[in-house]
């Protein structure tokens, strides 16, 4: 399981977004929402979705996450 990047919730870890249904409708309205994980889902069926840390304070060295 991971967690929800606005709540804390659980949610799978298998999912393509990093947000709950609830916040995501919160942020963004059911429609959008909706085609964001679409899209999301699609991307990662096709192979074009890639995951990557966006946190500017992030390092990996050798295998080994660093937060500074």
Known sequence: MKKCIYCKNS?????????????????????????IRSNMEEASETGNLVSTNMNPNFEENEGKKTYF
């Open 11 to 35: 949610i799978l870890a298998e999912s393509v977004i990093d947000f709950c249904e609830p916040c995501g409708v919160g942020v963004w309205g059911k429609k959008m929402f909706d085609t």
